[in-house]
């Protein structure tokens, strides 16, 4: 046995992400030598500010409404195997969400984990809205009114004080995605605060398994031109690292997908900017020099990343009140559908139109180019549309009342009776909206801090 | 007056492959070539100004290009194709995700003698 590998499995890519992923996961990591680990990334900008309302409601709640489906199918496993636990679940409550995952413990009548809760993260626990407002943004709209949530992203020191504390499972709320990856790494391996190449490439690394199947080959598969075998199955991805910062993605054993050269290439520029330059709380990752090998059949080595010294600012996400947006479709069928659904989009343009109100609104018909259009100009490149097929035109807006976004799903429902030939298939969605703003704020401001509960606390 | 056809006109989707992502009303697409041998042919054809061109009805201000010759493949980062981005776009597609595909849509002039080399890394996943 080695302490010159680590293993690191994820369960989730995100909030919504397949709930038996883990399972096979943990399996794998089971037979391993090493230290091991699985983390679950839960945590999208607009996930936390639902999850502050929900604690406002209810003090008890505001962890993520996934934990108890990522957790506890795994819980007893990983207790039993040394597979400890990192994830964000936490959300806008980690301590409630600890608290809940002790009682699964007992529920299922397994060990008592040991868990760290990390917290620290909430801006407005230390700098009122006035100073935060007083920051200037740079990512998304400008502050608005009615702020919900202001998380910042701490990065993966106090993961690591965590495990360095003995947590079978650390439960935080915001942090960078990669510090999930990074945090257990910078236990094991003891790196520094300035060993910026290895902080480097366990970043990388934590970028590769921070979306969960996306490096194994889903979110890739295109039919005739990528294929990829058991998509329905698809494993999610371990890697291993090492002291030295080499890196190895494969995937859990006895599932589908595929890792290859193509299906980590695809993740590793997965929203990044500048190649030289991917800020984090913890390092600036470049992956300009970076290569891909095909070590075996489904891992493949990742080299090559390096790193310069961490910003002096800290990214922080400002969640407020966005208004409505309202949503309605439906749909036009079989011969001259084209011509009926264009009927359908000018009637609900020209109602909208003598409302007169100064609502943004937009009228699409899918199964021609929506996504691709642009708000007040098409593609240019859509081909010509047949005028006989399958069609659904959609009409959406964009308010600040919730009547203006009911009012225009209830236009879209008028059709029924009121618009063109042979209308079906009504639905309406009505959203309130969150919006983000994005400021750094001087990392020296915030003091993130790591509690215990259950065993040994 | 001869004409010589000596290259055929392919989309970008039969040499290389890409993914999208968000931030703000900013989008990155990535473009991957198949094989190495079409980082050369990437590099001559699509280019910033293209790209600004393709996602002009979007209201894109500004294309960078990053090249990653080791990989081999081109970051494009897009500023103003998200309409908005994720807080207030209409559009359908909050995060832009299908636009990598509206990008390997874009036509690129293949030589004749270099279409089966270069097609010739699809499908091996």
Same mark, same amino acid.
């Given at each position: 046995?080695?302490?010159?590998?680590?293993?690191?499995?994820?369960?989730?890519?995100?909030?919504?992400?397949?709930?038996?992923?883990?399972?096979?996961?943990?399996?794998?990591?089971?037979?391993?030598?090493?230290?091991?680990?699985?983390?679950?990334?839960?945590?999208?900008?607009?996930?936390?500010?639902?999850?502050?309302?929900?604690?406002?409601?209810?003090?008890?709640?505001?962890?993520?409404?996934?934990?108890?489906?990522?957790?506890?199918?795994? *819980?007893?496993?990983?207790?039993?195997?040394?597979?400890?636990?990192?994830? &964000?679940?936490?959300?806008?409550?980690?301590?409630?969400?600890?608290?809940?995952?002790?009682?699964?413990?007992?529920?299922?009548?397994?060990? $008592?984990?040991?868990?760290?809760?990390?917290?620290?993260? %909430?801006?407005?626990?230390?700098?009122?809205?006035?100073? +935060?407002?007083? $920051?200037?943004?740079?990512?998304?709209?400008?502050?608005?009114? !009615?702020?919900?949530?202001? &998380?910042?992203?701490?990065?993966?020191?106090?993961?690591?004080?965590?495990?360095?504390?003995?947590?079978?499972?650390?439960?935080?709320?915001?942090?960078?995605?990669?510090?999930?990856?990074?945090?257990?790494?910078?236990?094991?391996?003891?790196?520094?605060?300035?060993?910026?190449? #290895? *902080?480097?490439?366990?970043?990388?690394?934590?970028?590769?398994?921070?979306?969960?199947?996306?490096? =194994?080959?889903?979110?890739? #598969?295109?039919?005739?031109?990528?294929?990829?075998?058991?998509?329905?199955?698809?494993?999610?991805? +371990?890697?291993? +690292?090492?002291?030295?910062?080499?890196?190895?993605?494969?995937?859990?054993?006895?599932?589908?997908?595929?890792?290859?050269?193509?299906?980590?290439?695809?993740?590793?520029?997965?929203?990044?900017?500048?190649?030289?330059?991917?800020?984090?709380?913890?390092?600036?990752?470049?992956?300009?020099?970076?290569?891909?090998?095909?070590?075996?059949? &489904?891992?493949?080595?990742?080299?090559?990343?390096?790193?310069? #010294?961490?910003?002096?600012?800290?990214?922080? =996400?400002?969640?407020? %009140?966005?208004?409505?947006? !309202?949503?309605?479709?439906?749909?036009?069928?079989?011969? &001259?559908?084209?011509?009926?659904?264009? *009927?359908?989009?000018?009637?609900?343009?020209?109602?909208?139109?003598?409302?007169?109100?100064? #609502?943004?609104?937009?009228? %699409?018909?899918?199964?021609?180019?929506?996504?691709?259009?642009?708000?007040?100009?098409?593609?240019?490149?859509?081909? =010509?549309?047949?005028?006989?097929?399958?069609?659904?035109?959609?009409?959406?807006?964009?308010?600040?009342?919730?009547?203006?976004?009911?009012?225009?799903? %209830?236009?879209?429902?008028?059709?029924?009776?009121?618009?063109?030939?042979?209308?079906? !298939?009504?639905?309406?969605? +009505?959203?309130?909206?969150?919006?983000?703003?994005?400021?750094?704020?001087?990392?020296?401001?915030?003091?993130?801090?790591?509690?215990?509960? !259950?065993?040994?606390? | 007056?001869?004409?010589?056809?000596?290259?055929?006109?392919?989309?970008?989707?039969?040499?290389?492959?890409?993914?999208?992502?968000?931030?703000?009303?900013?989008?990155?697409?990535?473009?991957?070539?198949?094989?190495?041998?079409?980082?050369?042919?990437?590099?001559?054809?699509?280019?910033?100004?293209?790209?600004?061109?393709?996602?002009?009805?979007? /209201?894109?201000?500004?294309?960078?290009?990053?090249?990653?010759?080791?990989?081999?493949?081109?970051?494009?980062?897009?500023?103003?194709?998200?309409? /908005? /981005?994720?807080?207030?776009?209409?559009?359908?597609?909050?995060? /832009?995700?299908?636009?990598?595909?509206?990008?390997?849509?874009?036509?690129?002039?293949?030589?004749?003698?270099?279409?089966?080399?270069?097609?010739?890394?699809?499908?091996?996943?």
């Amino acid at each position: 046995m080695t302490k010159n590998l680590v293993h690191i499995g994820c369960g989730a890519g995100f909030a919504g992400d397949r709930k038996d992923a883990g399972g096979p996961v943990v399996d794998t990591l089971a037979t391993r030598d090493g230290p091991k680990y699985l983390i679950f990334e839960t945590l999208a900008e607009r996930t936390l500010a639902l999850a502050q309302k929900q604690k406002q409601r209810d003090p008890e709640r505001g962890y993520s409404p996934f934990l108890e489906a990522y957790v506890r199918p795994v *819980l007893e496993r990983c207790l039993a195997n040394n597979i400890r636990i990192v994830s &964000n679940f936490g959300a806008a409550n980690p301590a409630g969400g600890a608290r809940r995952i002790l009682e699964i413990a007992k529920e299922i009548g397994c060990r $008592h984990p040991r868990i760290a809760v990390v917290s620290g993260d %909430d801006l407005l626990s230390v700098m009122d809205e006035k100073e +935060i407002r007083s $920051h200037k943004t740079i990512e998304g709209l400008p502050i608005g009114d !009615g702020i919900v949530a202001a &998380n910042t992203y701490i990065g993966a020191r106090p993961i690591a004080e965590a495990l360095a504390g003995g947590a079978d499972i650390v439960v935080v709320g915001r942090t960078t995605d990669p510090a999930l990856v990074l945090g257990p790494l910078i236990h094991e391996f003891g790196w520094t605060e300035e060993d910026w190449d #290895a *902080l480097a490439a366990g970043t990388l690394a934590g970028h590769l398994l921070e979306c969960g199947a996306q490096v =194994t080959g889903a979110y890739f #598969a295109d039919p005739g031109f990528k294929d990829v075998p058991d998509l329905a199955h698809v494993g999610f991805p +371990i890697a291993t +690292i090492s002291r030295e910062g080499a890196i190895r993605v494969g995937k859990a054993d006895n599932t589908g997908g595929c890792v290859t050269p193509a299906t980590v290439k695809e993740q590793i520029l997965y929203e990044m900017h500048d190649p030289s330059a991917y800020l984090t709380a913890d390092v600036v990752l470049d992956i300009s020099g970076v290569s891909v090998e095909q070590a075996s059949e &489904n891992v493949v080595a990742v080299s090559g990343a390096r790193g310069k #010294a961490r910003p002096d600012t800290l990214k922080t =996400t400002i969640s407020f %009140d966005g208004g409505w947006l !309202g949503e309605a479709e439906i749909s036009y069928a079989g011969p &001259n559908a084209l011509a009926r659904a264009e *009927l359908a989009r000018e009637v609900l343009s020209e109602r909208a139109r003598e409302r007169g109100s100064n #609502a943004e609104y937009r009228f %699409d018909i899918i199964g021609t180019s929506s996504t691709f259009d642009g708000g007040s100009a098409p593609y240019p490149g859509a081909g =010509t549309a047949a005028a006989d097929g399958d069609y659904r035109v959609r009409a959406a807006v964009s308010c600040h009342s919730r009547e203006v976004a009911e009012d225009l799903a %209830d236009e879209v429902l008028s059709l029924y009776c009121s618009g063109p030939a042979g209308g079906g !298939g009504f639905r309406r969605n +009505i959203t309130a909206q969150i919006h983000t703003a994005s400021i750094l704020v001087d990392r020296n401001r915030l003091s993130p801090s790591v509690q215990f509960i !259950g065993a040994g606390a | 007056m001869t004409v010589v056809l000596d290259t055929l006109r392919l989309r970008l989707h039969d040499i290389a492959h890409g993914r999208s992502g968000d931030k703000g009303n900013r989008s990155n697409i990535s473009v991957i070539p198949y094989t190495e041998a079409a980082y050369s042919l990437l590099l001559d054809q699509v280019t910033e100004e293209r790209v600004l061109a393709l996602f002009a009805h979007k /209201g894109a201000s500004a294309v960078t290009r990053y090249e990653l010759p080791n990989l081999p493949a081109l970051n494009f980062v897009i500023d103003d194709a998200l309409e /908005g /981005g994720v807080n207030s776009t209409l559009n359908l597609d909050l995060h /832009g995700k299908t636009l990598s595909f509206m990008l390997l849509d874009l036509p690129v002039e293949v030589p004749l003698d270099r279409v089966q080399e270069l097609t010739r890394g699809r499908r091996q996943g």
